[in-house]
Nanobody
Framework: QVRFEESGGGVVQLGGSLKLTCRAS????????MGWYRQAPGKKRDLVATVTEDGETTYSEFVKGRFTISADIAKNTVYLEMNGLKPEDTAVYYC???????????WGQGTQVTVNS
């Protein structure tokens, strides 16, 4: 089973930027898609964005135009560049294999993003 390690989180001010990195323990080539998810305190985990091996991307409405997902298949790494951060973006961010409407792999520890107003 492929495992994921997320990094790059931190504390930023309103309007700030961060770039998250997700490193897989094995190959992500041939997977249906990779996704970034987030979970705020007391809330369910939500899908943020997905990327396929061919580079096709999707974004949730609450991040569209501010976040960019990308993948380096050769490095088994997925990125999430986040700009224009808002306090409501505060959450633990995770990556996982995305299939259909669901995450289907093993969850990592995630990386905390905190946005202060």
């Amino acid at each position: 089973q492929v495992r994921f390690e997320e990094s790059g989180g931190g504390v930023v001010q309103l309007g700030g930027s961060l770039k998250l990195t997700c490193r897989a323990s094995g190959s992500i080539a041939g997977l249906p898609a990779m996704g970034w998810y987030r979970q705020a305190p007391g809330k369910k985990r939500d899908l943020v964005a997905t990327v396929t091996e061919d580079g096709e991307t999707t974004y949730s409405e609450f991040v569209k135009g501010r976040f960019t997902i990308s993948a380096d298949i050769a490095k088994n790494t997925v990125y999430l560049e986040m700009n224009g951060l808002k306090p409501e973006d505060t959450a633990v961010y995770y990556c996982n294999i995305h299939l259909g409407r669901f995450a289907v792999g093993i969850w990592g520890q995630g990386t905390q993003v905190t946005v202060n107003s």
